[in-house]
Every structure is written in structure tokens, then in C-alpha cells.
């Protein structure tokens, strides 16, 4: 079952969920997660506190505005809301493959107006 979840990250809040994958679970459980992230394009990506290890799952390159993923080589956790630099057109493609681990909804937009370099904390979403 998903574990919803909110992102804090600039005074913006994004409602979202982990998926019920290997390394989905692990992120729940490891919950508040810090996030210390760089942006690439429309793409913020970066190390976390705790730090998290290699998963058995799908990976992809290609993914969807709000999706959030995890490459486990450097352990970075990612948030896409929009075309990166490896894109080809308007699709958010990621610069290695990663593991998709949730998504987030709400204003995924105002992200555009953030700058290069972010702290986000990922919380526990109890049910409204």
C-alpha cells in the first residue's frame, strides 16, 4: 500500500505518496527524510539524510511531471517537473536510469521558481 507523504522545500508543501515498491518502502520507513539538492533542468536531485542503499526493482530513464525517483549507484533521490537536459522533447528523462519510488501533486510547477541549490525534508501525511 502507498505511504502518503508531503514535501516541504522552500515554503512550498507537495502532497504526494511512496509507492509500494523495495525501495519505496525503505524511504517510509526511514521518514522525516532530509534532502540536500541540486537542480538540473526541471529536475532536483541530491543526497539525503538518512542515506539509503540498493534495491531490487524496474528502472527507467523516461519519466512523468511529479514523479519521484532513486538512483542507487549514488544514492540520490530525485524530483521531476519538467524536461532535464537529457530530455528529448518535453518529457522529464533522467541522466541514468533511477527507480521510481512516488509522486508528488499540488503546485509541482512553482518548483520552476526555486533556485539551483535546495533543502526539502520529506515527511509522514497522515489522512486528511
Not at 71 to 94: K, M, N, Q
Request: contains cysteine.
Amino acid at each position: 500500500m502507498p505511504t502518503p507523504i508531503r514535501i516541504e522545500i522552500e515554503g512550498l508543501v507537495l502532497p504526494g505518496e511512496f509507492n509500494d515498491t523495495a525501495a519505496g518502502r525503505a524511504m517510509a520507513a526511514a521518514l522525516p527524510i532530509a534532502c540536500d539538492w541540486s537542480r538540473w533542468g526541471e529536475e532536483y536531485y541530491g543526497t539525503t539524510r538518512p542515506r539509503f542503499g540498493d534495491y531490487p526493482g524496474e528502472t527507467t530513464e523516461v519519466l512523468a511531471v511529479g514523479d519521484l525517483a532513486y538512483h542507487a549507484p549514488s544514492g540520490w533521490f530525485c524530483l521531476f517537473f519538467g524536461p532535464t537536459p537529457a530530455s528529448r522533447g518535453s518529457e522529464p528523462r533522467a541522466a541514468a536510469p533511477v527507480q521510481k519510488v512516488g509522486r508528488v501533486a499540488g503546485d509541482v510547477a512553482a518548483l520552476r521558481a526555486l533556485g539551483p541549490r535546495v533543502k526539502a525534508v520529506v515527511r509522514a501525511c497522515g489522512p486528511e
